[in-house]
């Protein structure tokens, strides 16, 4: 199962990502089906240099320091972590990774069980393996999520199960890492049964956004956990990937027909909106928050420029 969409911090099952590096020299994409490929490119010349094959390849984080990605084999339940040249580093065994702090403290892996169960893992990570911390186990399907910038809050989605194994009632949980306890627990009121298929931290950990398959997106303070925005775009279809510029100037959302909308924040108002004939796999902002990548399934890459000048928003 593949969303159109679905990114490297979407869930445990995913389809590739969009990564930039935090000294904003190198960009990343995972792309492709069953048979995919990392490739690896110079932000300055906006082209690949390098591609590595892996099956089913997803990506997860750039590490602080600028020379390792870690990305994730599924089915392999394989860690791997390369550099930024192509080169692979390290394998680890570690499960079926869902996300990867972007400090590279923490690892979450999950663990499907009988009757539509998914047990959530949140362990210590360290290049020289990993110690679980906390074991989320209820009755309840669990995966896109993600961890806050400064690695104190971890968000998850999970569908809380009918006797059918249908799910029933979606709902975002964060946990706060420090005591292991909830610190709010989210959701769409009056649309409970909608699936959250996006969720994301800002950059400076201030809001957390998530998305439904309504086509609704609500921005949350964190902490405090207060709506600061809702945005009720249902004629574009679910939503599918949230990204936040590093300097919180915009908000990028991509909806489930292929349809592209920019937000300026804080007042989240459109900046922009595109439609876009084939399949998008993922979206990410460089790390100077000067361009936004739209990464399609056959691994092109498009680059926005944001701000003036010609093909800006």
Known sequence: MMFSGQSAFAGYICGGGLLFS???????????????TISFGLYKDKKYFKSVTLPSPCLYAVSPDSRRVAAGVPGENKLLMLSLKGEILQELEVGAVTNISRRFRYLATVKAEGQGNTVLTVS?????????????????????SDFSPDERYFAYYYGKLARDGNIAAGFINVIDLKTGKSAANLSFPGDSRSPIRAL???????????????GEVRVISCPGWKPVKIIKDRGYGGVEAIRIAGNGAYMAVLYANEGLKVYSVPGFEAVSTKKYES?????GFSADSGTLGVLFVDGRLNFVRLGGGAGAL
């Open 200 to 214: 994301r931290f800002s950059p400076d950990g201030k809001m957390l956004a998530y998305g439904s398959s309504q």
């Open 124 to 144: 210590d990570f360290s290049e020289g393996g990993y110690k679980p911390r906390y074991v989320l186990s209820d009755m309840s399907d669990k995966g896109w």
């Open 279 to 283: 399949t998008v796999l993922d979206l």
């Open 22 to 36: 935090p000294d904003n020299k190198y960009f990343v994409a995972g792309w492709g089906a069953s048979e995919s």
